[in-house]
């Protein structure tokens, strides 16, 4: 059972580097979601999509692309990347009743 | 806007002694109520949840909470902590809404003690 997939795990930049977080999942869920993990601040919601074609943003969504063209994929995009970005990536999904996140096992990304 | 507030950031107990871990809640109306774990190095389980059935919720691992309105609570217990228990936790409010989000809080580390 793959449930949701991140890549990479680890990844370091440079400041004004530009890369994509990859997240896939097998599940069929309408609900993806991208949160970030800073110590002491909890889960913050990046972006969400409630389904292929549609998405949203979250509580801090500045610097951060996204798009959901297929259900399965919905990757990340930092396209000038700035130490503030330093953090842990976690990406989630849901079934329509968004009752149970299922949450990939993160992408610690350092900015330097 | 919907959200929980975890007081505290570390708590540290005996192996063999009760474990509680504090949330309370924001709402107008009852909200829909999670507690999730994070062991070191991996993503977050769901614990338990509330959806307003039950007000005393069962969950994995011999964790329960109850939802109490009229103190905006939803506080985590286990009668016995183990050693596996050491981990993060985090309460969360699913926002009300076709499009319902869900907010964490900022999370507890538990510790136990041999």
């Known amino acids: 059972n793959a449930g949701v997939t991140q890549t990479p795990k680890f990844q370091v930049l440079k400041t004004g580097q530009s890369m994509t977080l990859q997240c896939a999942q097998d599940?069929?869920?309408?609900?993806m979601s991208w949160y970030r993990q800073d110590p002491g601040m909890g889960l913050r919601l990046i972006h969400y999509?409630?389904?292929?074609?549609?998405?949203d943003q979250g509580e801090v969504p500045n610097g951060y692309n996204v798009s959901r063209s297929t259900t399965e994929d919905f990757p990340l995009r930092l396209l000038s990347a700035a130490p503030s970005q330093t953090s842990v990536y976690f990406c989630?999904?849901?079934?329509?009743?968004?009752?149970?996140?299922?949450f990939g096992s993160g992408t610690q990304l350092s900015v330097l | 806007a919907q959200s929980v507030t975890q007081l505290g950031s570390h708590v540290s107990v005996s192996e063999g002694a009760l474990v509680l871990l504090r949330c309370n809640y924001s709402s107008s109306v009852p909200p829909y109520l999670f507690w999730y774990v994070q062991y070191p190095n991996q993503g977050l389980q769901l614990l338990l949840k509330?959806?307003?059935?039950?007000?005393l919720v069962k969950g994995i691992n011999g964790f329960e909470a109850e939802f109490k309105k009229s103190e905006t609570s939803f506080h985590l217990t286990k009668p016995s902590a183990h050693m596996s228990d050491a981990a993060e936790y985090f309460c969360?409010?699913?926002?009300?809404?076709?499009?319902?989000?869900?907010?964490f809080g900022k999370g507890i580390t538990l510790s136990v003690r041999p």
């Open positions: 599940m069929n869920h309408e609900y």
């Open positions: 509330y959806t307003s059935a039950a007000t």
């Open positions: 989630a999904s849901s079934s329509a009743g968004h009752e149970k996140l299922f």
């Open positions: 969360a409010v699913r926002h009300t809404g076709a499009n319902s989000k869900l907010t």
């Open positions: 999509s409630v389904g292929a074609g549609i998405t």
